[in-house]
């Protein structure tokens, strides 16, 4: 016949709650266990940030490629009547394609300017970091502890 014991009051090695009681190799393979999750689940939280930041990105890729597209289409019929709007107020034909194509490169040396501004103000991944800097700040201040007693 099965006796079941009643818990002592000091608790026995490996039970939930006795950690003062458990040895050092248990307690290792605790702090390894608890390790391994945090690292688990700071991989799971960039995956899912990435993730989102790659649909967003093909999103509007697609679109901004579209709208290029579109874009050169109508620049190229603008710049034919900027030309000849140019040659109506009597320039002569090369000058005035040479001012339109002038008054583009302008244009592109600004939408270049501003793209590469915009682009240095990504900062994907910031939740992950964060937590990523927290469970290092933990980790160090234990083995602090550690070390002290």
């Known amino acids: 016949m099965a006796e079941t014991a009643a818990p002592r009051p000091g608790g026995q090695p ?3 709650g006795s950690a003062g009681d458990e040895s050092l190799g248990g307690l290792v393979s605790l702090a390894v266990r608890d390790v391994s999750q945090l690292i688990k689940w700071e991989i799971d939280l960039a995956k899912l940030e990435l993730r989102d930041d790659i649909k967003r990105l093909a999103i509007s890729g697609s679109m901004l490629g ?4 579109i874009g050169c289409l109508v620049l190229v019929m603008l710049s034919f009547a900027a030309a ?46 964060a937590s990523v800097a927290d469970s290092l ?13």
């Open 66 to 69: 579209f709208a290029a597209f």
């Open 84 to 129: 000849y709007g140019l040659i109506a107020l009597g320039i002569p034909a090369g000058e005035a394609f040479l001012i339109v194509a002038v008054a583009y490169v302008i244009l592109a040396v600004v939408a270049i300017l501003v793209g590469r501004r915009m682009m240095s103000r990504l900062a994907g991944l910031r939740r992950t970091r």
């Open 14 to 16: 490996g039970d939930p």
């Open 137 to 149: 700040a933990v980790l160090r201040s234990g083995e602090r502890r550690e070390g002290e007693s």
